[in-house]
Protein backbone atom coordinates (compact mmCIF):
# COMPACT_ATOMS: atom_id res chain seq x y z
CA UNK A 1 0.00 0.00 0.00
CA UNK A 2 0.78 3.38 -0.41
CA UNK A 3 -0.18 7.19 1.59
CA UNK A 4 0.32 10.50 0.26
CA UNK A 5 -1.37 13.88 0.40
CA UNK A 6 -2.98 15.71 -2.67
CA UNK A 7 -3.90 18.70 -2.98
CA UNK A 8 -6.96 19.31 -5.59
CA UNK A 9 -7.68 22.48 -7.71
CA UNK A 10 -9.96 24.11 -5.11
CA UNK A 11 -7.15 24.15 -2.38
CA UNK A 12 -8.59 21.45 -0.55
CA UNK A 13 -6.03 18.76 0.37
CA UNK A 14 -6.72 14.86 1.03
CA UNK A 15 -5.63 11.90 2.36
CA UNK A 16 -5.41 9.09 -0.72
CA UNK A 17 -4.47 5.36 0.03
CA UNK A 18 -3.68 3.48 -2.78
CA UNK A 19 -2.75 -0.59 -3.92
CA UNK A 20 0.40 -0.01 -5.77
CA UNK A 21 0.20 -3.75 -7.09
CA UNK A 22 -2.93 -2.88 -8.67
CA UNK A 23 -1.08 -0.35 -11.01
CA UNK A 24 -4.18 1.86 -11.68
CA UNK A 25 -6.65 -0.63 -11.85
CA UNK A 26 -9.21 -2.35 -10.36
CA UNK A 27 -8.54 -1.65 -6.06
CA UNK A 28 -6.20 0.95 -6.86
CA UNK A 29 -7.89 3.69 -4.51
CA UNK A 30 -8.26 2.15 -1.27
CA UNK A 31 -9.24 5.22 0.60
CA UNK A 32 -9.72 9.38 0.05
CA UNK A 33 -10.03 10.85 3.10
CA UNK A 34 -10.49 14.77 3.38
CA UNK A 35 -7.52 15.85 5.58
CA UNK A 36 -4.50 15.40 6.28
CA UNK A 37 -4.54 15.35 10.27
CA UNK A 38 -2.79 12.20 11.65
CA UNK A 39 -5.98 12.02 14.39
CA UNK A 40 -8.68 12.41 11.46
CA UNK A 41 -7.05 10.05 9.27
CA UNK A 42 -6.30 6.99 11.68
CA UNK A 43 -9.80 7.19 13.27
CA UNK A 44 -11.35 7.09 9.51
CA UNK A 45 -8.96 4.00 8.03
CA UNK A 46 -9.84 2.44 11.86
CA UNK A 47 -13.11 1.68 10.92
CA UNK A 48 -11.65 -0.94 7.96
CA UNK A 49 -12.31 -4.08 10.11
CA UNK A 50 -8.77 -4.88 12.07
CA UNK A 51 -8.41 -8.30 10.24
CA UNK A 52 -8.27 -6.48 6.88
CA UNK A 53 -5.54 -4.12 8.10
CA UNK A 54 -3.40 -7.06 9.12
CA UNK A 55 -3.71 -8.33 5.67
CA UNK A 56 -1.66 -4.97 5.12
CA UNK A 57 1.79 -6.01 5.35
CA UNK A 58 4.03 -2.64 4.22
CA UNK A 59 3.04 0.84 3.48
CA UNK A 60 5.09 3.22 1.41
CA UNK A 61 5.04 6.87 2.61
CA UNK A 62 6.93 9.81 2.11
CA UNK A 63 9.13 11.49 5.15
CA UNK A 64 6.58 13.20 7.19
CA UNK A 65 6.10 12.15 10.78
CA UNK A 66 2.07 12.19 10.60
CA UNK A 67 1.98 10.02 7.64
CA UNK A 68 4.22 7.30 9.31
CA UNK A 69 2.21 7.81 12.58
CA UNK A 70 -1.18 7.17 10.28
CA UNK A 71 0.37 3.86 9.02
CA UNK A 72 1.22 2.72 12.61
CA UNK A 73 -2.08 3.27 14.11
CA UNK A 74 -4.05 2.16 11.57
CA UNK A 75 -1.98 -0.82 9.85
CA UNK A 76 -0.30 -2.53 12.54
CA UNK A 77 1.00 -5.42 10.68
CA UNK A 78 2.81 -3.28 8.01
CA UNK A 79 6.07 -2.85 7.18
CA UNK A 80 7.31 1.34 6.83
CA UNK A 81 8.84 1.71 4.13
CA UNK A 82 9.82 6.09 2.72
CA UNK A 83 9.35 5.92 -1.24
CA UNK A 84 12.54 6.79 -2.95
CA UNK A 85 10.81 9.50 -5.02
CA UNK A 86 10.80 11.73 -1.63
CA UNK A 87 14.26 10.57 -0.57
CA UNK A 88 15.45 11.54 -3.20
CA UNK A 89 12.96 14.89 -3.86
CA UNK A 90 14.36 16.35 0.01
CA UNK A 91 18.09 16.46 -1.84
CA UNK A 92 16.98 17.69 -4.89
CA UNK A 93 15.21 20.71 -3.02
CA UNK A 94 18.68 21.55 -1.05
CA UNK A 95 20.44 21.60 -4.06
CA UNK A 96 17.84 23.90 -5.81
CA UNK A 97 18.09 25.78 -2.79
CA UNK A 98 22.05 26.31 -3.30
CA UNK A 99 20.98 27.01 -7.06
CA UNK A 100 18.55 30.00 -5.79
CA UNK A 101 20.95 31.36 -3.34
CA UNK A 102 23.48 31.76 -6.21
CA UNK A 103 21.08 33.22 -8.47
CA UNK A 104 20.41 36.23 -5.84
CA UNK A 105 24.07 36.58 -6.03
CA UNK A 106 24.21 36.94 -9.75
CA UNK A 107 20.78 39.53 -9.66
CA UNK A 108 22.54 41.33 -6.85
CA UNK A 109 25.50 41.54 -8.90
CA UNK A 110 24.13 42.63 -12.38
CA UNK A 111 21.92 45.12 -10.42
CA UNK A 112 25.48 46.60 -9.02
CA UNK A 113 26.78 46.85 -12.45
CA UNK A 114 23.18 48.59 -13.87
CA UNK A 115 23.43 50.76 -11.31
CA UNK A 116 27.44 52.16 -11.83
CA UNK A 117 26.30 52.08 -15.72
CA UNK A 118 23.40 54.74 -14.80
CA UNK A 119 26.00 56.70 -12.31
CA UNK A 120 28.25 56.82 -15.65
CA UNK A 121 26.01 58.20 -17.99
CA UNK A 122 24.44 60.46 -15.69
CA UNK A 123 28.70 61.25 -15.06
CA UNK A 124 29.03 61.73 -18.85
CA UNK A 125 26.00 63.83 -19.46
CA UNK A 126 26.95 66.27 -16.86
CA UNK A 127 30.17 66.75 -18.29
CA UNK A 128 28.28 66.90 -21.71
CA UNK A 129 29.97 63.70 -22.96
CA UNK A 130 26.42 62.18 -23.58
CA UNK A 131 26.22 58.92 -25.45
CA UNK A 132 30.00 57.98 -25.09
CA UNK A 133 29.44 54.78 -22.39
CA UNK A 134 26.28 53.88 -24.62
CA UNK A 135 23.00 51.66 -23.50
CA UNK A 136 23.60 49.24 -20.86
CA UNK A 137 24.37 45.68 -22.31
CA UNK A 138 24.11 42.62 -20.03
CA UNK A 139 27.00 39.70 -20.73
CA UNK A 140 26.03 36.91 -22.93
CA UNK A 141 27.45 33.67 -22.06
CA UNK A 142 29.04 30.85 -24.37
CA UNK A 143 25.88 29.31 -25.05
CA UNK A 144 23.69 32.67 -25.55
CA UNK A 145 21.89 33.23 -22.64
CA UNK A 146 22.92 36.03 -20.06
CA UNK A 147 23.41 34.83 -16.40
CA UNK A 148 20.01 35.62 -14.95
CA UNK A 149 18.10 33.60 -17.36
CA UNK A 150 20.61 30.80 -16.97
CA UNK A 151 19.91 30.93 -13.19
CA UNK A 152 16.35 31.25 -13.46
CA UNK A 153 16.17 28.15 -15.82
CA UNK A 154 18.36 25.94 -14.72
CA UNK A 155 15.94 24.62 -12.32
CA UNK A 156 15.21 22.13 -14.59
CA UNK A 157 18.80 20.95 -15.19
CA UNK A 158 19.37 20.76 -11.24
CA UNK A 159 16.26 18.87 -10.79
CA UNK A 160 17.01 16.10 -14.00
CA UNK A 161 19.57 13.50 -14.25
CA UNK A 162 22.23 14.78 -16.47
CA UNK A 163 21.40 11.81 -18.90
CA UNK A 164 17.95 13.23 -20.07
CA UNK A 165 19.90 16.69 -20.71
CA UNK A 166 18.73 17.68 -24.10
CA UNK A 167 21.18 19.67 -25.50
CA UNK A 168 20.13 23.11 -24.60
CA UNK A 169 20.22 21.57 -20.74
CA UNK A 170 23.91 20.61 -21.45
CA UNK A 171 24.92 24.03 -22.83
CA UNK A 172 23.72 25.57 -19.82
CA UNK A 173 24.68 23.01 -17.46
CA UNK A 174 27.77 23.65 -18.48
CA UNK A 175 28.34 27.65 -18.30
CA UNK A 176 26.04 27.44 -14.82
CA UNK A 177 28.55 24.54 -13.52
CA UNK A 178 31.40 26.72 -14.80
CA UNK A 179 30.18 29.81 -12.86
CA UNK A 180 30.02 28.01 -9.98
CA UNK A 181 31.51 24.64 -8.88
CA UNK A 182 30.01 24.36 -5.50
CA UNK A 183 26.65 23.60 -7.25
CA UNK A 184 27.84 20.97 -9.68
CA UNK A 185 29.64 19.42 -6.62
CA UNK A 186 26.28 19.38 -4.68
CA UNK A 187 24.47 17.79 -7.97
CA UNK A 188 27.17 15.03 -8.02
CA UNK A 189 25.76 14.25 -4.46
CA UNK A 190 22.19 14.48 -5.78
CA UNK A 191 23.23 11.95 -8.56
CA UNK A 192 25.36 9.52 -6.48
CA UNK A 193 21.66 9.36 -3.92
CA UNK A 194 19.99 8.22 -7.20
CA UNK A 195 23.02 5.56 -7.88
CA UNK A 196 22.19 4.26 -4.50
CA UNK A 197 18.53 3.39 -5.19
CA UNK A 198 19.11 2.46 -8.52
CA UNK A 199 21.27 -0.24 -7.65
CA UNK A 200 18.88 -1.86 -5.61
CA UNK A 201 20.88 -3.54 -3.26
CA UNK A 202 20.74 -5.52 -0.13
CA UNK A 203 19.31 -4.05 3.06
CA UNK A 204 23.11 -3.90 4.45
CA UNK A 205 24.97 -3.11 1.41
CA UNK A 206 22.58 -0.38 1.11
CA UNK A 207 23.60 1.05 4.40
CA UNK A 208 26.92 0.85 3.86
CA UNK A 209 26.49 3.09 0.87
CA UNK A 210 24.16 5.70 2.37
CA UNK A 211 27.17 5.76 5.61
CA UNK A 212 29.35 6.44 2.81
CA UNK A 213 27.58 9.21 1.36
CA UNK A 214 26.35 11.00 4.77
CA UNK A 215 30.14 11.65 5.30
CA UNK A 216 30.29 12.55 1.82
CA UNK A 217 27.66 15.11 2.50
CA UNK A 218 28.93 16.42 5.70
CA UNK A 219 32.08 17.34 4.09
CA UNK A 220 30.43 19.70 1.74
CA UNK A 221 29.44 21.19 4.95
CA UNK A 222 26.01 23.00 3.69
CA UNK A 223 23.75 23.60 6.08
CA UNK A 224 20.78 22.93 3.81
CA UNK A 225 22.44 19.21 3.06
CA UNK A 226 23.57 18.85 6.63
CA UNK A 227 19.22 19.00 7.56
CA UNK A 228 18.68 16.86 5.19
CA UNK A 229 21.28 14.04 6.65
CA UNK A 230 19.92 14.55 9.98
CA UNK A 231 15.92 13.93 8.16
CA UNK A 232 17.66 10.77 6.86
CA UNK A 233 19.70 9.48 9.85
CA UNK A 234 16.18 9.62 11.60
CA UNK A 235 14.15 7.87 9.13
CA UNK A 236 17.60 5.15 8.21
CA UNK A 237 15.38 2.18 8.85
CA UNK A 238 12.32 3.17 7.07
CA UNK A 239 14.21 4.33 4.37
CA UNK A 240 16.42 1.20 4.55
CA UNK A 241 12.91 -0.89 4.16
CA UNK A 242 12.55 0.11 0.39
CA UNK A 243 15.62 -2.23 -0.12
CA UNK A 244 14.40 -5.25 0.87
CA UNK A 245 13.50 -7.63 -1.82
CA UNK A 246 10.25 -9.28 0.04
CA UNK A 247 8.55 -5.32 0.18
CA UNK A 248 9.57 -3.84 -2.87
CA UNK A 249 8.46 -6.74 -5.54
CA UNK A 250 4.85 -7.05 -3.64
CA UNK A 251 2.56 -7.97 -6.15
CA UNK A 252 -0.74 -9.14 -4.40
CA UNK A 253 -3.33 -6.86 -4.68
CA UNK A 254 -5.29 -6.52 -1.41
CA UNK A 255 -9.13 -4.88 -2.40
CA UNK A 256 -10.86 -2.85 0.70
CA UNK A 257 -14.68 -3.22 0.46
CA UNK A 258 -15.25 -1.61 3.15
CA UNK A 259 -18.01 1.71 2.87
CA UNK A 260 -17.49 4.40 5.14
Not at 168 to 185: E, I, W, Y
Not at 219 to 230: D, L, M, P, S
Amino acid sequence: MSIDETCLSNGEVYTILTNKAARGRKGALAAMIKGVAAETVSSILNEIPLECRLRVKSVTTDLSSAMMLIVRRSFPSAKLINDRFHVQQLMSEAVDQLRIRHRWEVLDSENRAIKEHREKSRQEKAEKEKGKTGPWIPRVMANGETMPQIMARSRHVILKHKSKWNDSQAARAKVLFGQFPDLQAAYELYLDLIDIFNKRSEPNVARLHLARWYKEVEEFGNAEFNKVIETFENHNATIINYFEPRFRNRKKVIIFEHKF
